[in-house]
């Protein structure tokens, strides 16, 4: 199985909106609704901020959505925060019963 | 609350085995719909899901590491573990170990760096 794609980094300025897109195949991305995004900090482990494609686990900031069209998901972050930058990596299960990852994307608050 | 822990040697030699054990806290290895993962990530690079065991004992691998992998349960511990055969370099990582339940990693370890070095 290949790793999703997602592109290496974004930026943006406080206050605006970033898309960090997450493109698979049927096998994964389109064939379930079962994608995930997480936020990893610089020397942390990774936090789940989407699930289930646009569902926010309690306690995530409602900046943070999801959407999913096809074989392509994706992280939307409105009103751009300092504390946003950090490293973002979306997820899927598969056909094969197996999960896969993104390459990630480094997010960088101008 | 939940929590999992990492525990195990931080280095190894290239060829050899690598074993790690994740310690549960807050929940148990043997609660319905739980699939206790590992998951690692070289330096500096992405995220790569190994494999996991189920709470029923059911594993599942990633297919590009699934002729040296292999994960255990052990219920009495509250414990699972990872082992690595024929590691090289290329097996350097931090390795997480994670709790997978209401499809979501949701629970993660701190994660422990194992390097592959004679």
């Known amino acids: 199985q290949s790793a999703l794609t997602q592109p290496a980094s974004v930026s943006g300025s406080p206050g605006q909106s970033i898309t960090i897109s997450c493109t698979g195949t049927?096998?994964?991305?389109?064939?379930?609704?079962?994608v995930s995004w997480y936020q990893q900090l610089p020397d942390k482990a990774p936090k789940v901020i989407i699930y289930?494609?646009?569902n926010r686990p309690s306690g995530v900031s409602y900046r943070f959505s999801g959407s999913k069209s096809g074989n392509t998901a994706s992280l939307t972050i409105s009103g751009l925060q300092a504390e946003d930058e950090a490293d973002y990596y979306c997820?899927?299960?598969?056909?094969?019963?197996?999960?896969?990852f993104g390459g990630g994307t480094k997010l960088t608050v101008l | 609350q939940v929590q999992l822990q990492e525990s195990g040697p931080g280095l190894v030699k290239p060829s050899e085995t690598l074993s790690l054990t994740c310690t549960v806290s807050?929940?148990?290895?043997?609660?319905?719909?739980?699939?206790w993962t590992w998951i690692r990530q070289p330096p500096g690079k992405g995220l790569e899901w190994i494999g996991y065991?189920?709470?029923?004992?059911?594993?599942n691998y990633s297919p590009s590491l699934k002729s040296r992998v292999s994960i255990s349960l052990d219920t009495a511990k509250n414990q699972f573990s990872l082992k690595l055969s024929s590691v090289t370099a290329a097996d350097t990582a931090v390795y997480y170990c994670?709790?997978?339940?209401?499809?979501?990693?949701?629970?993660w370890g701190q994660g422990t760096l194992v390097t592959v070095s004679s």
């Open positions: 994670a709790r997978y339940a209401v499809r979501q990693f949701d629970y």
């Open positions: 807050g929940d148990s290895v043997g609660s319905d719909s739980r699939y």
């Open positions: 065991i189920s709470y029923s004992g059911n594993t």
């Open positions: 049927s096998s994964d991305v389109g064939g379930y609704n079962y």
């Open positions: 289930d494609v646009s």
């Open positions: 997820s899927s299960h598969t056909t094969s019963g197996t999960w896969v």
